[in-house]
């Protein structure tokens, strides 16, 4: 692929994937910009997938940019919501391309948070095996995680992102202009990915985010930036090295085998993704102090600025039994057995399974 082309004070960070490579462009106004759309593959069709939020604040915006590229452009609104990643969403968006005729080099272009992302990522990757796409992510979360390393997928009533394909987007374009429409709710669950890369990866970050948590909460631009930039190395740099998780990659799930459980547990969309996260990582930051394994004041210090962002600290009271078998579903289990990503010192994790008596004084301790 061509190098974009991008203003000087763009940001961009390049995933090392060979002959997938692409990058993410992180910047100001990019919607609108045509240098942030230079250089993607010419068709006659693409498809701007959206929903029915995203779509009425930005769907024009993006649709004037693309028009000059694409002489048959079209818009699909899904419905919004983590109870609509389903296979209902998903055939949506094929009947859509079925009765439209878009050929196999139709550009999809997901608008819109980690839900539009990862359903537009797997109809994508469907349909007549595989069609183009770029992901404009309009959340924080979708722009600090879920839009890069190509994980796409739909939720199972049994399991959350358990149907779902690995398919690499051509282009992620960041426009951080659109973080100031997002709900303060959205805001929040999207900082308990940031903080997530602190633990796993770069303990500076962490002491960044503790020192500019204010300023993120405000939504200052310059702070915004930096976070989505810094994340997005982070995340590009462990994707590089391990783009099918079969090993590093888990890393990124730090928090995620507690919080699917919640998830799917209460019913996918009761509580968001990150704040499930966020309070994943204080049981999973626990579980790896009662392991013996992390510092109990470095677990505490995760604690407090998970509650200083604003998430909840206590899961909801499934049972321990509930949050047991729920977790035996994760991908990451082997055999039956649940494998956790736990921190060994604040930068640094692994992936370790833990006697269930332990795991359920974690429960204990932290649910309502
Ligand atoms: N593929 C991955 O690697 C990966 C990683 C992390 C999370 N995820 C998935 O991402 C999903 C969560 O994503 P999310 O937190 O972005 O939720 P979401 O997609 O549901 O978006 C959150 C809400 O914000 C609205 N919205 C989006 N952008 C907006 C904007 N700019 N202004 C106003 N409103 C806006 C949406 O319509 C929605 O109501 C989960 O399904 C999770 O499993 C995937």
Known sequence: MADT????????????????????????????????????????????????????????????????LYPNLQVIELPDGEAHKDWATLNQILTHLLEAACDRK??????????????????????????????????????????????????????????????????????????????????????????????IADETFLGWIEDHLGALLARDPAALAYAVQRSCEIKARIVGQDEREAGVRAHLNFGHTFGHAIETGLGHGEWLHGEAVGCGMVMAADLSARLGLLPVAQAERLTRLIHAAGLRLKGPSLGADRYLELMRHDKKSEGGEIRFVVIESLGRAAVRPAPDALVRQVIAAHTA
């Open 5 to 68: 082309v991008v203003d000087r004070n763009d940001i961009r960070v390049p995933i090392e994937l060979g002959d997938r490579r692409y990058d993410i462009l992180i910047g100001s106004n990019l919607l609108a910009r045509p240098s942030a759309w230079a250089g993607l593959p010419k068709a006659s069709s693409a498809v701007i997938v959206s929903n029915t939020t995203v779509a009425a604040l930005y769907a024009s915006r993006l649709k004037a940019a693309l028009a000059p």
């Open 106 to 199: 139709t550009v999809l272009f997901a608008l819109g948070g980690g839900v539009v992302g990862d359903v537009t990522g797997f109809a994508a990757a469907c349909y007549m095996r595989g069609v183009p796409f770029v992901q404009v992510p309009t959340t924080l979360l979708a722009q600090v995680d879920s839009s890069v390393g190509g994980k796409t997928a739909i939720n199972h009533p049994l399991g959350k992102n358990m149907i779902g394909a690995f398919y690499q987007p051509l282009r992620v374009v960041a426009d951080l202009d659109t973080l100031q429409s997002l709900p303060p709710r959205e805001l929040v669950a999207g900082l308990a990915e940031v903080i997530k890369y602190g633990p």
